[in-house]
């Protein structure tokens, strides 16, 4: 089992920047493939960006590309997601989530993942 919890969620300005991070407990994080999704209010959960588990490779929906960053320390047990030049449409509840490893392509799908955090919710003001 892992327990994810995020933080570093809230309100920000359009064009304004947010650091999410996702702690990580129980089994060994590093073994695992770690994502972000985010979810709008009256819209399905969908994919924003993933990682593998050394950190080496990274893999970013087409919205967010050039603007987020995801990140992880492994020593740590965390990972991030730093979001740059927010939109008021970035506005939804962020999840981090953990699953086992694949090839990172294919690690677009929520159905991927074993373990997810509670959310944060990251509003953005135009």
């Known amino acids: 089992q892992v327990q994810l919890v995020e933080s570093g969620g809230g309100l920000v300005q359009a064009g304004g920047s947010l650091r999410l991070s996702c702690a990580a407990s129980?089994?060994?994080?590093?073994?695992?493939?770690a994502g972000w999704f985010r979810q709008a209010p009256g819209k399905e959960r969908e994919f924003v960006a993933t990682?593998?588990?050394?950190?080496?490779?990274?893999y970013y929906d087409d919205s967010v590309k050039g603007r987020f960053t995801i990140s992880r320390d492994n020593a740590k047990n965390t990972e991030y997601l730093q979001m740059n030049a927010l939109k008021p449409e970035d506005t939804a509840v962020y999840y981090c989530?953990?699953?086992?490893?694949?090839?990172?392509?294919?690690?677009?799908?929520?159905?991927?993942?074993?373990?997810w955090g509670q959310g944060t919710q990251v509003t953005v003001s135009s």
């Open positions: 129980g089994r060994t994080f590093a073994v695992y493939v």
């Open positions: 989530a953990a699953g086992t490893s694949g090839p990172i392509t294919t690690m677009t799908s929520a159905r991927k993942y074993d373990y």
């Open positions: 990682i593998t588990p050394s950190g080496t490779y990274t």
